[in-house]
């Protein structure tokens, strides 16, 4: 009776383990959900390291999960110390895409995925399936043997170089792609911002700007910056009165907000300001949300985003300013429009500002928002 009493718990517990896998598969990214499905080893962990024979006899496959959902599969190519050190996104991406490569099995069918991708593998001057570079797994033995890394991103391609003591060389290329280093498509990294968005504690943060090479505006003030984003209308302007403080003034509504969007405030200036926030995004069945300005802003800051501020004027006593938040290394932007009165920057009582958040949107668009050619 306690054997079988013990079989059944054993049968029930192994029952239960499926289910929640089959569960966090279907929850999981669309692109991780394929590739668990690919994978001929069916016994893969929610969370944690597992070989898989069929594939390769020595990576070590591993999955990673977020709220009961896997969010990653990829072959453990780097060390705790540069996942540590390095881009977490693009270090995900070159594991992942590791993982996918070797489901492709042969080298016809890895190049084409590579081919489809973007992606060049090149190890001592020969791409993947050319020269003496016949096999994956000899990039894997560079990997495993390098004395440095390098990656360089900026640009419309991203480089991971790396070099052995011997003076080998392993570079991977990428495209500086948005759609191809996240495992998420648009709509799934949507709900996952906003999600992120409304639980998020960051606060504003205010960066002093340097009153040095100001320019005159015009309008009598001082601007440093001058950067553009693509048109002339957006601008990394920093505005400054004549006496080179940082403005904050009711009298230049449009300059002043466009300074505390841009983080040159003090950030005592946002305590009551909350957002009041309509959704422009792919994924229509998101809902808009109110979020404090410093939590909204604050959670911007930290993502690395390049920040460029503009002005669409004024309807009736209404202004409003455009913040666009672009991605240098990923290749995204996002554009929150705010509208507001002048007094709303000074007012003692607790404002809540109407503002429009368009996310991950194509960078051709920005002309047809300023209406420029």
Known sequence: MRLSRYISVVTLFTCLSVFAYGQAAGNSPERIKRMVESMPYKEIPLSGQFSCSELSNTAMFYT?????????????????????????????????LWAELLLRKTIQGQSSLLKEYGVRIVLGGYPLGSGSFKKLSQAVDLINSMNSLTITTGGNEIDVFMRNANGETLHIYIPASRDLLFQYDKKEHEELMITELAATKEKYTCTPPSATN????????????????????????????????VLFDENYPEESMRNLLMGAVNESKLEGRVLDIRLHTYNKDLKGIKIPMTNFLGYMQKQGFKLYSGSLGRNGEKC????????????????????????????QKPVTLKADLSTFIPQHNIKNLFQEK
């Open 214 to 245: 100001l320019s005159a505006t015009g309008n009598g003030l001082l601007a440093t910056g001058g950067e553009c984003y693509m048109i002339d209308s957006l601008k990394n302007d920093i505005f400054f009165t004549k006496n080179r403080s």
């Open 320 to 347: 409003q300013c455009l913040l666009a938040m672009y991605h240098p290394v990923y290749n995204y932007l996002h554009i929150l429009s705010v509208s507001f009165l002048p007094q709303d920057l000074v007012s």
């Open 64 to 96: 990673e999960s977020r709220n009961g959902a896997i969010i990653q599969l990829g072959v453990r190519l780097f060390s705790e110390p540069i996942r540590k050190a390095y881009d977490p996104v693009i270090i995900s991406f070159v594991e992942r």
